[in-house]
């Protein structure tokens, strides 16, 4: 650490005008920048509030950061618009991973004005780190040195053992006011920080968020009982028995896929895996029984992500089924193109699974800069909500976190999710903006709606998946994150009705798989996060003009602290999920070598990543890019979805929503038909 006394006094020569300010008014050099809210609900849990403890030492070592004003980032999502509404001029011309990156980071002016701030304040400049995409810069200084630079005082914060530093308010220089986004530590509390001079309290308690974990993983859900139908006998052997049996064939006759495809390099799809873990020899046993022209020991390329591992041993625990199926439907639909799988975080992350946050450390993998990304309040993976590493466990992944190691596939698909409200909002916000990135780069973020109807899965914190608030005891619908996210396309399920066949129409996905999970249907309804995107806007108006679900609602405040208000069961202004839909019942595939019935929202993502796929393929063939974000597209395009009208999503002693003509909350716009998806996108630029 080079701070010497020279540097020290540098900096007070400085200041020296403002001596004063510390304990007073600021002088007219500085201006008030932030302030606490002393209601406000930014710190993770608001209920559980921190206890303000005494001042630092003001030796001790403060890792600040200082956002810098991005550029662009309220333009992000009308530059998204740009490259993916068909009837823009630039529709489908996509950015270049460092055209983004240059077009959220701060301008130059801003870094140098900041930069040369602090070196005049006698800051070493060769301590001042810098991130790939410029949006923050990083130093370490002793506590005095950055209560001078920022005029404001430090004192620590405690809450369960915890300690973390941050100030009531803090300033910065005027002609620096428009380039600095916030500090941290500032209002915002700094990371858990280790503080001799705090006695940890004999009781000291796990931190209650993480009580609130879930499985994240919606598994396909296994059923067992036998169903006594009658097949149809009109149709080919293969397909008249859809509906009890539902197979790669089906699929296709469904949505007429084609049987053939030209693979061409790069358009390998990709999944998302995390915990669960595929199984060569269940692969293999799907493929010999319901996809035989894909040869023994066909498997995805492999990309471990933080140390996760692949594949399994059959019998393994880790081998729960998400993977196995993913995997299958994929390679059915896209034989002989090639699959990509990322196996996410080490084994005893993913083992506990008890972190809140999830997906970070895949995004940091495959884009770099978003390892040190800020935005929001938030730089970085945040400390215990996101795996850390090295894990130094023994045991854990012992190497530096990924970083941009890979180059993000043009299809991504991730059957994984968890309730919005399980994650901080400027966690969420933050990550969804990655979303954006990849989306304004062309790739195409495929992402399972849940499999419990207007809520989330039963779990400690709430026996019923739904929300309380505002007076109300779970009778709140609960929507998912990621999948609440505008910039991605949520995918939700439906089913053949019993009896029916592929020659008819499909219902929403709805079944009792027994107990704890009763209410098994396909996810929906409205994010109390994210407004209402414009690409959305005249089918949810629509949607509540002609078919009002006649339910009590809300309208979500900015911080979301109002759910439940007036009687309200959703927020009547939120982003409506899902987009789309496809089957997800009766799936036929191994597991732990035993051939069983899988339902999900989990089998529809992977089907969608399949029809992208084949689409992008047949475009890059004519000399054309890739379709990246598709939610403009389909929304202006919904005749080339069929409709589902029937079935609903009912949770939380309420009946949900029901599936209607046009866009819903239970099944989107619809299921694919193929051939029309395939001929808009070759007429689109
Ligand atoms: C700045 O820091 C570097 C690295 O710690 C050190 O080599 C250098 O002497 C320092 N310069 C001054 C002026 O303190
Ligand atoms: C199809 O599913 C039904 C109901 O689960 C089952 O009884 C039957 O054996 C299955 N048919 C085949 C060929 O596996
Ligand atoms: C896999 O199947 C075998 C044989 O039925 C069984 O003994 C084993 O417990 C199963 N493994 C898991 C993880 O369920
Ligand atoms: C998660 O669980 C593991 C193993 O039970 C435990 O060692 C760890 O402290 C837990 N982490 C958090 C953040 O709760
Ligand atoms: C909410 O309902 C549950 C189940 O009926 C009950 O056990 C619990 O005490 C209720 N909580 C409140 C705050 O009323």
Redo the contacts with the bound molecule.
């Keep these: 650490m080079g701070y010497s006394l020279r540097a020290f006094l540098a900096l007070a020569a400085v200041v020296a005008v403002t001596d004063s300010s510390v304990n007073g008014l600021p002088s007219t050099n500085y201006v008030l920048h932030e302030t606490r809210n002393p209601t406000g609900t930014g710190e993770f849990n608001s209920h559980r509030q921190w206890k303000r403890g005494s001042r630092l030492d003001p030796n001790a070592i403060v890792p600040l950061r200082i956002g810098l004003v991005q550029s662009n980032i309220d333009l992000g999502y009308e530059k998204l618009m740009q490259v993916s509404d068909p009837s823009s001029e630039s529709f489908g011309s996509h950015l270049s991973e460092a055209e983004v990156h240059d077009l959220f980071a701060p301008a130059d002016e801003t870094f140098d004005a900041v930069h040369s701030w602090l070196v005049e304040a006698g800051v070493n400049a060769s301590d001042i780190r810098q991130y790939a995409n410029k949006g923050w810069l990083a130093i370490d200084l002793p506590v005095s040195y950055v209560e001078d630079l920022f005029l404001t005082q430090y004192h620590e914060h405690e809450r369960e053992g915890v300690v973390k530093i941050g100030c009531d308010e803090y300033h910065v220089p005027k002609h620096l006011a428009q380039h600095i986004d916030y500090i941290v530590p500032g209002v915002k509390l700094s990371p858990p920080m280790l503080k001799r001079s705090i006695e940890k309290r004999a009781d000291t308690s796990?931190?209650n968020y993480?009580k609130g974990?879930k499985p994240k993983q919606m598994p396909p859900a296994l059923l067992d009982l036998e169903k006594a139908l009658a097949p149809s006998s009109k149709l080919p052997k293969d397909l008249q028995d859809c509906a009890r049996n539902f197979t790669a064939i089906c699929y296709r006759a469904l949505y007429q896929i084609p049987e053939v495809n030209v693979p061409v390099p790069g358009n390998e799809p990709a999944v998302f895996e995390s915990g669960d873990t595929f199984s060569q020899q269940d692969i293999d046993s799907y493929s010999q029984k319901y996809a035989s022209y894909i040869p023994k020991g066909t498997h995805p390329k492999v990309l471990s992500v933080d140390g996760g591992k692949a594949p399994v041993a059959a019998n393994s625990p880790f081998n729960t089924g998400e993977s196995d199926i993913d995997i299958d439907i994929l390679q059915t639909l896209i034989w002989p193109q090639s699959m990509v799988l990322y196996q996410v975080d080490d084994r005893?992350?993913t083992?506990?699974?008890?972190?809140s946050g999830f997906l970070n450390t895949f995004l940091d993998a495959l884009d770099g800069s978003y390892c040190h990304y800020s935005a929001y309040g938030i730089s970085g993976d945040s400390p215990?909500v996101d795996p850390s590493y090295p894990d130094k466990?023994p045991g854990g992944y012992a190497g530096q976190k990924l970083c941009g190691a890979y180059k993000p596939n043009k299809v991504i698909s991730i059957s994984y999710g968890e309730g919005e409200i399980d994650v901080p909002k400027n966690y969420f916000l933050r990550q969804c903006n990655e979303w954006l990135k990849l989306g304004l780069q062309g790739t195409t973020v495929l992402v399972s709606s849940g499999d419990y109807g207007a809520a989330m899965p039963p779990h400690e914190d709430s026996d019923s998946g739904c929300l309380s608030g505002s007076g109300q005891n779970q009778t709140i619908y609960n929507p998912g994150n990621p999948v609440s996210c505008p910039y991605l396309t949520a995918v939700g399920a439906t089913q053949l009705e019993p009896g029916t066949t592929v020659l008819d129409a499909e219902g929403a996905m709805q079944t009792n798989l027994g107990p704890g999970a009763e209410f098994f249907a396909s996810g929906g309804g409205f994010s109390n996060y994210f407004p209402i995107p414009s690409y959305q806007k005249t089918a949810v108006s629509s949607y509540f003009a002609k078919h009002d679900p006649g339910h009590p609602y809300y309208v979500a405040n900015s911080d979301a602290s109002n759910i439940g208000e007036n009687g309200g069961i959703y927020n009547r202004a939120g982003r409506g999920i899902p987009d789309i839909s496809a089957n997800g019942a009766n799936f036929r595939a191994f597991n732990n070598q035993s051939d069983g019935h899988w339902f999900g929202t989990s089998l529809a993502a992977p089907l969608w990543a399949s029809v992208i796929t084949l689409i992008n393929q047949e475009r890059a063939l004519i000399g054309k890019k890739s379709v990246g974000f598709i939610n403009p597209v389909l929304y202006s395009h919904a005749s080339a979805l069929t409709d589902i009208k029937q079935g609903s999503n009912p949770n939380c002693g309420t009946s949900g929503f029901t599936a209607v003509e046009g866009w819903d909350p239970v099944t989107g716009l619809g299921t694919p038909k193929y051939p029309d998806l395939l001929k808009i996108w070759l007429e689109l630029p």
């Excluded at 083992?351 to 972190?355: F, G, L, P, Y």
């Design positions: 796990v931190n993480r974990w005893l992350y083992t506990a699974n008890n972190m215990g466990r």
